[in-house]
């Protein structure tokens, strides 16, 4: 059990650019979490996987975020058009269906649009 | 929508002594999450909590879910400077049954400073 893990650790990008973050669960665990954390904040959710299928989305989540899951393994998020409003935390979690026990957070993708 | 309100916002205190933090809620929450972050990383669960009156320790830790299931608080025992961090309190968004989403709601979190 490595943990979830995701990539990169860190971005910068200039305004008006877009950006893909993964994030690899573990690998047993077939819901998949994105949460964003701005500075202060807890995390907040975005949306959520049962293997492939995205079951909610946040109204956070504008139309320039998309996210897949298309194995139901590995998951994207993809911001378009990035805006200096988007720098934040990007957190991935997983677990085994709903439940909370095992549920686990990765490290994060820093993201800072400059 | 269900939201968490932590205090205090911060605290500083000096190595050795116990630290009393909680969580207030609008809302029921039929679970509890303390989770604890360090700077540049993703929040680390400390203690779950089930059921309303239920007190749970981990180590120098203890928490307990309000019996009226509308708040839970965090007790730190004999603090470290490894204690240094945002500790979060976190609930599941669940169905009319009580069943988890899976889906969490984090408060605004508390940070710790332990000076040696």
């Given at each position: 059990d490595t943990g979830v893990s995701q990539d990169p650790r860190h971005k910068i990008t200039k305004r008006g650019q877009n950006v893909t973050f993964r994030c690899d669960p573990i690998s047993e665990h077939n819901r998949l979490y994105w949460y964003r954390q701005t500075l202060g904040q807890g995390p907040e959710f975005l949306t959520y996987f049962q293997n492939e299928a995205q079951l909610e989305k946040s109204r956070l989540l504008s139309d320039r975020f998309s996210a897949e899951r298309p194995k139901g393994s590995f998951s994207t998020l993809e911001i378009q058009r990035?805006?200096?409003?988007?720098s934040a935390m990007y957190l991935c979690a997983s677990s085994l269906g709903p439940q909370l026990y095992g549920y686990t957070f990765g490290s994060g993708t820093r993201l800072t649009v400059v | 929508g269900q939201q968490l309100n932590q205090s205090p916002q911060s605290m500083f205190i000096q190595e050795g002594e116990d630290v009393s933090m909680n969580c207030t809620s609008s809302s029921i929450f039929n679970t509890w999450l303390w989770y604890k972050q360090d700077p540049g990383e993703g929040p680390v669960l400390l203690i779950a909590l089930y059921k309303a009156g239920e007190l749970t320790s981990n180590g120098r830790l203890t928490a307990q879910f309000g019996i009226t299931r509308k708040d839970s608080f965090l007790n730190i025992s004999a603090s470290i400077p490894s204690d240094v961090g945002i500790y979060f309190c976190a609930g599941p968004k669940t169905n009319a049954g009580g069943t988890s989403y899976g889906k969490l709601t984090f408060g605004q979190g508390t940070i710790l400073t332990v000076h040696p």
């Open positions: 990035t805006e200096q409003g988007d | -």
